[in-house]
């Protein structure tokens, strides 16, 4: 049977993922930035947790560990460092949710500790703060090469592969992937399909890989045109990733 999945809205623009199995009756959910709205969203599905995923060490993604464990139970799986995990994973790691393979790939950059959960049965993965929809994650504890490195790890994955991500940034990435990617038409069809969908308040997330692979500026720095609208045509990939992130920073 098939995993059923149910995102949920928190804070200001925060995304969760519950993930369920029925045949097993278990549930995990990704990151846990709110406890309210993780309760609330197992009382609207019914589903009881038994499992909790934390992608890294922000307040936004860890606040309610301790509370959604002490009322559900859960078992805890996380990156090291982070306090109140049960089993600690790393990248390359894989382990198994109620029969479906889960496999952790380390996508440092934001954090250091930022860990990205990919099911490949179900084809799909969740990024965290890694990877947005046109955007990438603020390099806080990282730099661009590594981040750019992490990019490419997603960029290996299938292309149907659904991408569930952690905050809803797409109206501002959709304007600055514009800025530096102004002729791309699969870049303008997706701005169209994202601003149309935020204008009925509907969540542009998930996305998928074949759709960020056309469209985000942070997975084409290879791209003749965006090199050329930077005039960094000989650059590597890592420089032009670099700059791309530093002129959002700027944007
Ligand atoms: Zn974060
Ligand atoms: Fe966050």
Known sequence: MPLQFHQFAYNSDNYGVLVHDPATATTTCIDAGDAGAVLDALQATGWALSDLWITHHHWD????????????????????????????????????????????????????????????????????????????????????????????????LPPETVVYCAHEYTLASADFALSVDPDNSALQAQVARVKALREQGAPTVPTDIATELATNPFLRPHDAAIRSELGMQDATDAEVFTEIRARKDRF
């Not at 994650?137 to 730099?143: A, V």
């Open 61 to 156: 993604h860890t606040d309610a560990l301790a509370e959604l464990k002490s009322k559900t139970g859960c078992a805890v799986t996380g990156p090291e460092g982070v306090k109140g995990v049960d089993k600690v994973v790393k990248g390359g790691d894989s382990f198994a949710f109620a029969g479906h393979s889960v496999e952790v790939i380390h996508t440092p950059g934001h954090t250091l500790d930022m860990l990205n959960f990919y099911l490949p049965e179900a084809h799909c993965v969740f990024t965290g703060d890694t990877l947005f929809v046109m955007g990438c994650g603020r390099l806080f504890e990282g730099d661009g090469p590594m981040m750019w490195a992490s990019m490419q790890k997603l960029m290996a």
